[in-house]
C-alpha cells in the first residue's frame, strides 16, 4: 500500500443478515429516498475520516483490548435526523444506548491518546435506513407507530474498522479488521 495514500476509515458494528433483512422489509417509495443495500447497513461508533495510510497500525492498536463487557443490542424504532416532513435522514432505533455510548467513549478515549480528536457531532447511535438529497417526500407515516419496526436483538462482542470508498450505488464499506470486545 502507498505509505501516501489516505483512507476513508470509520469504526462501527456490523448488523446480523437477519436483522438486515427486517430493516429493508420497510423500505417503500418516499420521493428522494437513496435506501440503503443490506451491505450499507451499520452502525457507525466513531468516523475517522480521511487518514493517511501509515496511521492505520495506530488506529487499530487503539482498538484492540477495550474493556468493555459484550452486551445485547436491539434494533426498533424508526426515526429521522430533520423535520418529517424534509427529512435528511431515516434510521432504525437501537437500545441501551448507554451500553453503546460506554464503547463509543472507551474507543474514542483511546483513539485520542493515539492522537485522533474526537468527532465534532455528539454519538446518537442510530442505522442509517435513507438518505435524502433534493426533494425529500415526508417519512411521517413512517414514524406514526412507533412499534413500526422491530428488528431483533444480537450479541454486541466485536467491533470493526471499516474502509469507505464511493462506489457507483453509493458508499461501499469493506471490513479491515475485526476487534473482539474483552470483559473488563
Avoid at 10 to 30: D, T, W
Avoid at 64 to 80: E, Y
Avoid at 147 to 174: H, K, P
Amino acid at each position: 500500500m502507498n505509505k501516501t495514500a489516505k483512507l476513508r476509515l470509520f469504526f462501527g458494528l456490523e448488523i446480523p443478515e437477519s436483522i438486515k433483512q427486517r430493516l429493508l422489509s420497510i423500505q417503500q417509495p418516499v420521493a428522494g429516498a437513496r435506501w440503503q443495500h443490506a451491505d450499507q447497513l451499520h452502525l457507525t461508533l466513531a468516523f475517522l475520516g480521511s487518514v493517511e495510510a501509515q496511521q492505520l497500525s495506530d488506529i487499530c492498536q487503539a482498538a484492540r483490548n477495550l474493556p468493555v463487557k459484550p452486551f445485547d443490542l436491539t434494533v426498533a424504532g424508526v426515526g429521522c435526523f430533520g423535520h418529517p416532513d424534509c427529512p435528511k435522514n431515516l434510521w432504525a432505533g437501537v437500545q441501551p444506548v448507554a451500553e453503546l455510548a460506554r464503547l463509543h467513549g472507551a474507543l474514542n478515549q483511546r483513539l485520542a491518546a493515539s492522537g485522533f480528536g474526537p468527532e465534532k457531532r455528539s454519538f446518537k447511535p442510530h442505522i442509517t435506513l435513507a438518505r435524502f438529497k433534493k426533494a425529500p417526500g415526508s417519512v411521517a407515516d413512517l414514524l406514526r407507530d412507533p412499534d413500526t419496526l422491530v428488528a431483533g436483538s444480537f450479541t454486541v462482542n466485536r467491533i470493526a474498522l471499516f474502509e469507505s470508498t464511493q462506489g457507483r450505488y453509493g458508499s461501499v464499506y469493506r471490513v479491515l479488521e475485526w476487534f473482539p470486545l474483552i470483559a473488563s
